[in-house]
């Protein structure tokens, strides 16, 4: 009896320790389960109100029942508050006969982004900024160019989408590119004014560059976000696998993981679409600038080039009359601010008709030639010489006075009294008169400063030729 007792006590012993150690294992399953189900309830906390808040953009009733829901889920609501929204929820579904929501019209990628106030306030920004470009060039350009800048205006507020300011800025270089083509006023001036307003137009494409950039960073940091979320889950589901218990609130938990992980693979698609429409758009953009650019640095180029030929003398290459003028003048003003001196030569070659006459007027152009050629390198990078007209040349001589201004001149007659051309196995020979004159107090007028060197070269024509004169 002894034994038996004992043997019934050994068991019992054996019994407890077993329905111990399954209590043990039960309450450490619960525990598992009860921290599986707080990171569900987070995981639906956080990510269910970001996905109704994207359900709910119009003031329908189920519109309305979706932004009650995200808030009352943010807030932690009860079991029973929320179960009377998910009711109002179905029944808006059943009277508004909510359904899988159709494509809506093929739009630029960013107007995927146009639910804030940020993008609208870009597309404000940039709308303004091409509108100062217009207003300048409306200030600067003849009137014949007002419709077309007023067409411009138009298409800019009719603007919806960020890309279609690529047509716009392909209307302004257009423009650009025909007033360059077509205006006839001082190219120096055009250029400037030209490289202002490209400046401008560069900059306001950076901001269409960096708003393609944030794109795809939103998109970089929407895919790792979604990375993040599916290891979770696929942690969650290996736990789930392993469990043996509670099967309801497994099976309700799985569903909806499952639920998070449909809308997940939706989102993951609008995002690969935005993508691909991001890059095309981006794409698209650069290679139409990049056009653009060359076309616009074709056009500056071609008036630099006309610009040039404006003030260069066809026959020497020298410059024309109207640089001349034009720097002289410039001179006189610098003159007269700031007292900055500079001499004038004025170059006449000697018996120029009588060569004409014997010779012929090839072998003028031809002497015209060599004493331009010449002449040239025994100047410094900032003296102008120009082919004032017929046989006379001057040379502007910035920061020059009287006694510098005579040694070059003599340098010139010098050089020049040994040119000679073989015609008909006659000899030509070449030798020239030269004024020159400095900038005076009292001078007024650059006509002032050519009056005396005009009248030393007379005085040189008068003295024998072939000799420098000042007056």
């Not at 409306?138 to 067409?151: A, F, G, M, N, R």
């Not at 001149?409 to 070449?430: D, G, H, P, Q």
């Amino acid at each position: 009896m002894v034994e038996q007792r004992n043997d019934k006590t050994e068991q019992l012993q054996a019994e407890i320790i077993k329905l111990r150690s399954q209590k043990d294992h039960l309450l450490k399953e619960l525990d598992t389960v009860e921290a599986q189900y707080e990171n569900i309830d987070s995981l639906y906390r956080r990510y269910f109100p970001i996905i109704l808040d994207a359900l709910s953009q119009d003031s329908t009733a189920f519109g309305k029942a979706c932004i009650q829901l995200a808030t009352a889920m943010r807030k932690k609501a009860s079991p029973v508050k929320i179960e009377y929204i998910f009711g109002q929820i179905k029944t808006a579904m059943i009277h508004e006969d909510v359904s899988p929501v159709a494509a809506p019209p093929k739009k630029g990628f960013l107007s995927y982004f146009r639910k804030n106030s940020s993008e609208d306030q870009m597309l404000e920004n940039l709308r303004q900024s091409y509108q100062d470009v217009v207003n300048q060039l409306k200030s600067i350009l003849d009137q014949k160019y007002t419709q077309k800048l007023e067409s411009i205006t138009s298409n800019l507020l009719k603007i919806e989408e960020i890309q279609d300011f690529e047509g716009v800025r392909e209307n302004i270089f257009s423009l650009i590119f025909n007033y360059i083509t077509e205006t006839s006023q001082d190219r120096e001036k055009v250029n400037a004014f030209i490289r202002d307003i490209v400046s401008r137009i560069f900059e306001i494409e950076k901001k269409l560059v960096s708003s393609y950039e944030q794109t795809n960073s939103l998109l970089s940091s929407n895919q790792g976000l979604e990375s993040i979320l599916n290891d979770e889950m696929a942690g969650i589901k290996d736990s789930f696998d392993a469990a043996e218990s509670i099967d309801d609130l497994r099976a309700k938990i799985s569903t909806g993981l499952s639920s998070i992980e449909k809308a997940l693979e939706k989102k993951q698609k609008v995002d690969q679409a935005i993508s691909r429409l991001a890059e095309k758009s981006k794409n698209s953009f650069t290679s139409g600038f990049a056009r653009l650019k060359q076309e616009l640095h074709s056009a500056t180029k071609y008036s630099e080039e006309l610009e040039k030929k404006l003030n260069e003398d066809q026959l020497t290459s020298a410059k024309n009359r109207r640089a001349y003028d034009k720097k002289i003048q410039e001179e006189m003003d610098r003159f007269l601010r700031y007292k900055t001196i500079f001499s004038l030569l004025l170059i006449d070659v000697d018996k120029f008709k009588n060569i004409n006459d014997t010779y012929g007027h090839a072998i003028g152009d031809r002497c015209l030639q060599e004493i331009i050629k010449r002449t040239q390198p025994l100047l410094r990078k900032n003296d102008m010489l120009a082919r004032y007209g017929g046989e006379e040349f001057v040379v502007i001589m910035p920061e020059t006075d009287t006694k510098s201004a005579m040694k070059v001149a003599e340098k010139i007659r010098r050089t020049i009294e040994k040119i000679e051309f073989l015609y008909k196995k006659e000899n030509v020979r070449l030798t020239v008169s030269i004024g020159v004159s400095c900038i005076k107090d009292g001078d007024t007028s650059p006509m002032d400063l050519f009056g005396r060197a005009d009248m030393a070269v007379y005085k040189a024509k008068e003295n024998g030729r072939n000799q420098v004169i000042t007056q």
